[in-house]
């Protein structure tokens, strides 16, 4: 396990602050419905982050956003924010195995999971459909616009954070000449 110095802490503290502003007003602004930032934000803490700043921040995201937006059923946001911890266990996976097409096919499984579980949820904990089998698929048929808008919108976040850290990190090296090795302790 990496020892942290202090200026990586804060830096990381300031990495999850922003992200934490960043999911909360990307869910409060106008969009399409499902295509938000939080699936690539666990992503992105269990790949960059320490463990429990990864756990806390597409939850504490949520919460705040939620907020706002408003609460519902607790089993249905049970499903909701586990799926969400179940990307950040994900990102820990692809912390090993980062390669484009990794990241890639990660984004497009945590929007895949994000669909089945809280599809699930919303068929078997809420009166909204029958509990047969012709239920659940309705459920599902009816899902699938939303899914569409998760999967893009995971893989469009995905994109721009992983993205956007991997260029900032190439440029911090070059700029300040920051060996790779410190830089990975932060």
């Known amino acids: 396990m990496k020892k942290i110095s202090k200026k990586g802490k804060i ?15 990307l869910r409060l602004l106008p969009h ?12 992105f803490g269990g790949v960059y982050l320490s463990r429990k700043i990864a756990f806390v921040l597409p939850i504490l995201a949520m919460a705040v956003s939620d907020i706002f937006i408003g609460y519902y059923g607790i089993v249905l946001m049970i499903s909701v924010y586990g799926t969400f911890l179940l990307s950040v266990v994900l990102g820990f996976w692809l912390k090993k195995h980062k390669k484009w097409y990794t990241v890639g096919g990660s984004a497009i499984l945590s929007a895949v999971l ?20 012709s239920g659940i698929i309705q459920c599902y048929i009816m899902a699938i ?10 893989l ?9 850290y991997e260029i900032a990190k190439v440029w911090i090296e070059k700029r300040f000449k920051i060996a790779e090795t410190e830089l990975a302790s932060i």
């Open 145 to 154: 616009p939303f899914f569409r808008n998760t999967l893009l919108g995971s």
């Open 114 to 133: 994000f669909f089945l579980v809280t599809n699930l949820a919303a068929w078997a904990f809420t009166p909204w459909y029958a509990k047969t089998l």
């Open 32 to 43: 399409p419905p499902n295509f938000a930032p939080i699936l690539a934000i666990a992503l």
């Open 11 to 25: 830096l990381e503290l300031i990495i999850a602050l922003l992200f934490v502003l960043i999911g909360v007003s």
């Open 156 to 164: 469009f976040y995905v994109t721009v954070f992983f993205g956007a």
